[in-house]
């Protein structure tokens, strides 16, 4: 059944010192809001008593749910859990940090309700980031941009309002490595951008460390862009006619060099030809898939 209002998805891990200050900004912002509304808090596995805070707000207000997953599944997961139990016309996903004010998705609704499906979140300023993250964040957006063939808007975080309809579809794809920003640009809808200036994480750090950004980079780029498959094509041509090369090689030392030990000619000619001939078919075969999904 659905809600005639809003839903506000918000992923949870380990945000302890931050709870309190986000249901006070929360509580502040739905005094202004002109939709019902739900919040779905999905506490993705947190080690800490982000849970326990959780289950005391939401017990004082009965438009808080809570979404405990056994354990951690990830970022992109999370949203995915709590965007399967939003109810809204409306659904937006913001992060539990209060990077991303609240107060801008009074503009997303106004968007929302002049026939918009999708409302991305745009930011113009990212305040309290290193310089090394904003330059890598920059060249992350304008890298997919390239490779993925799909029109993402630049500098669109996963703070965003999707219309009901878009949610429906969105449920309906079920990639377990996902990229979210990505398939809600796949849906196609009708979209548009409102701008905000990014404040600093209110408390604890950051919980996308290089190491998680360069595993979401490379989820990007492999779930939405054909590349790697070409690259491995043409990876295999060029190993082939390296294989070639050095099977001539091979039959030469043979019959016109110095003698070989027996069998090594074969042996040779086998790993060569065999190596390009996997490696050329793979590439085949994944663009011609990929090719067939895309239909």
């Known amino acids: 059944m659905s809600l005639k209002g809003l839903s506000l998805v918000i992923p949870v891990y380990n945000e302890e010192p931050v709870i309190p200050e986000l249901d006070k900004r929360l509580k502040s912002f739905f005094e202004t809001c002109p939709l019902d509304y739900e919040v779905v808090f999905v506490n993705d596995g947190s080690a800490d008593r982000s849970l326990e805070l959780l289950k005391n707000i939401s017990a004082q207000n009965s438009h808080y749910k809570v979404l405990a997953l056994s354990r951690n599944v990830g970022h992109q997961n999370a949203i995915t859990a709590g965007m399967d139990h939003a109810q809204g016309d409306a659904v ?14 009074l503009e997303m609704i106004r968007k929302w309700q002049e026939g918009f499906d999708i409302v991305y979140a745009i930011r113009s300023e990212r305040e309290g980031e290193s310089i090394f993250k904003k330059i890598t964040a920059s060249l992350f957006y304008r890298l997919m941009q390239k490779l993925v063939g799909i029109k993402m808007p630049l500098d669109a975080g996963d703070f965003r309002l999707m219309s009901r309809r878009a949610i429906v579809v969105l449920s309906s794809l079920r990639e377990s490595n996902r990229f979210i920003r990505g398939l809600v640009a796949w849906t196609g809808f009708r979209s548009t951008a409102v701008y905000y200036k990014r404040e600093k994480r209110f408390a604890g750090s950051t919980k996308y460390p290089l190491r998680k950004m360069i595993k979401f980079a490379f989820d990007g ?6 590349i790697p498959l070409r690259v491995a094509t ?23 060099g110095e003698g070989v030990v027996q069998g090594w000619t074969t042996i040779m000619l086998a790993v060569a ?10 590439g085949i075969w994944g663009n011609t898939l990929a090719g067939f999904l895309r239909k």
Not at 275 to 280: D, I, N, T
């Open 92 to 105: 937006v996903v913001i992060d539990a940090d209060l990077q991303d004010p609240p107060e801008v998705i």
């Open 221 to 226: 780029v492999t779930n939405f862009s054909t």
């Open 234 to 256: 043409w990876l295999g041509l060029f190993s082939g006619l390296v294989a070639l090369t050095a099977a001539g090689w091979a039959v030469y030392e043979k019959f016109f």
């Open 273 to 282: 030809l065999g190596a390009s001939a996997q490696l050329l078919m793979i």
